[in-house]
């Protein structure tokens, strides 16, 4: 009698052991497969994308974001001049480009950013972006016409000036700019990427 109640112990410790063994397999397969599934973009993120390829479409230095307020904001790099310049515009631009969009109701905001200094606290790039921005600003101090630059997603950097139109002097001034824009990254051991330079001059045009 002792002996059979032993079996019976026996097994169902075994029993219990195979479910619990059963049920940790089950557990990390789901979490295994849960690592391989990426999180999909929200409609909202998408809306913010197909903006900003809309508004880059025509103007470049701008970015874009929602806050929790649910409001549209559009960054702008550029005097408060510029900025109001094409304020306008842009309001227009993102108002069709969000019209169907789940953005559709959000007021729209503007901010200027200013790209000038390593201190600057909106600068939300490595430092070693910061450490080229510096050096390229201090090389092109020796050019009258520069305004301000941008360093975009580290493929491309655009040098806004205040040359007017595009005649042959303005285009060899240019051809300047880009020239010692080339010879400061080429300098900065840091830097690896190749990137596409844009001279624009005062009609947002370029001209290199």
Do not use: C
């Not at 409001?71 to 550029?78: A, K, S, T």
């Not at 305004?147 to 595009?166: C, D, H, S």
Request: hydrophobic share 40%.
């Amino acid at each position: 009698m002792v002996r059979r109640f032993g079996l019976v112990i026996g097994l169902l410790v075994v029993i219990i052991a195979i479910l619990i063994l059963f049920d940790k397999l089950v557990v990390d397969d789901k979490s295994v497969a849960n690592k391989g599934e990426q999180p999909p973009i929200t409609n909202e993120e998408l809306s913010l994308s197909r903006l900003k390829e809309k508004l880059l479409e025509k103007y470049v230095g701008i970015d874009v974001k929602t806050t929790e307020e649910k409001e549209l904001v559009i960054q702008v790099v550029g005097t408060e001049d510029y900025l109001q310049t094409v304020k306008k515009d842009m309001e227009s631009i993102a108002k069709n480009a969000i019209k169907s969009s789940p953005l559709k109701n959000y007021p729209i905001v503007f901010e200027r950013w200013e790209f000038t200094s390593l201190r600057d606290d909106n600068k939300k790039i490595g430092d070693d972006i910061n450490l080229l921005m510096e050096e390229l600003i201090a090389g092109l101090e020796d050019f009258d016409v520069y305004e301000y630059l941008v360093i975009e997603n580290r493929t491309t950097i655009t040098i806004q000036t205040t040359i007017k139109g595009a005649s042959h002097e303005g285009i060899q001034l240019a051809i300047g700019i880009e020239e010692a824009i080339k010879k400061i990254v080429q300098a900065n051991a840091s830097q690896n990427n190749s990137y596409v330079i844009n001279i624009l001059n005062a009609q947002r045009q370029k001209i290199n």
